[in-house]
């Protein structure tokens, strides 16, 4: 693959990507920008119904991750399939990430912030370590994993990290004309929110508010924006 990507969202489980970057990812494929989802987990453990196999949960779920990334306009999903609840930041999670970055060379990496405070799922913490590893050095240096050379991908140079969940943000986007956008995507997810209740996008707005103050626009995303200098 030679064509560069504008974005790459690394996500831990089918879903955190509509909550944390949805709005951005809508207004960034309207413009013409290519972006791609890599979708850490299967998701198979994210349910209170006893009914439901983890196999079975697993596979719903990638299927709601494709109808949101194809309401909002992405144009791939690559999905790693490690278990839910599992993720380690170990040598072979790593280098997935790694051949992703390679494979498609995104301008800006988008993941969840490893940083933020008590309460946080694990896989959210260590995806977003192990993606800022992977971005650098790892991706940048060809003696790293010599032998993604062989599958012809290149070292390659992330231009810049956004982290969502930040507590504190130095860069918020406005989301006003595709909030609805990024609603419709996230009630993909029927396994997970079922129907967007009049509570839900309530609350979700209200959040969007919160995201946008300071700024001369109503709704927005934040996100810690890490500049890479090589």
């Keep these: 693959m030679s064509e560069s990507y504008d974005m790459m969202v690394i ?11 949805a709005g951005t990812v809508a207004k960034w494929t309207a413009q013409g920008k290519k972006v791609v989802y890599v979708v850490c987990t299967n998701g198979d453990k ?4 006893r009914s439901i196999k983890p196999e079975d949960l697993a596979k719903t779920r990638e299927h709601e991750e494709l109808a949101a990334a194809k309401t909002l306009g992405v144009g791939e999903v690559v999905f790693l399939r ?3 609840q599992s993720l380690e930041d170990t040598a072979d999670f790593r280098k997935n990430l790694v051949r992703q970055i390679r494979r498609f060379k995104p301008e800006v990496v988008v993941t969840a912030s490893p940083y933020r405070k008590y309460m946080w799922h694990r896989d959210h913490r260590i995806t977003g370590q192990v993606a800022l590893d992977a971005v650098f050095p790892y991706a940048r240096d060809h003696l790293a994993y010599p032998d993604l050379l062989e599958e012809g991908l290149e070292p390659h140079k992330v231009r810049e990290i956004w982290l969502w969940a930040e507590e504190a943000p130095n ?3 406005d989301v006003t004309d595709t909030f609805e956008t990024k609603l419709q995507a996230l009630g993909c997810h029927k396994s997970q929110v079922g129907e967007i209740s009049p509570e839900m996008r309530q609350r979700l707005h209200d959040w969007a508010r919160v995201n946008a103050e300071g700024e001369d626009f ?10 890479l200098r090589y």
Excluded: C, M, N, Q
């Design 11 to 21: 996500t831990p489980h089918p879903d955190d990507s509509e909550f944390g970057v």
């Design 46 to 49: 994210g349910t209170s119904d």
């Design 82 to 84: 490690y278990p839910d």
């Design 171 to 173: 860069l918020r986007l």
């Design 218 to 227: 109503e709704l927005g995303e934040a996100f810690y924006r890490v500049e």
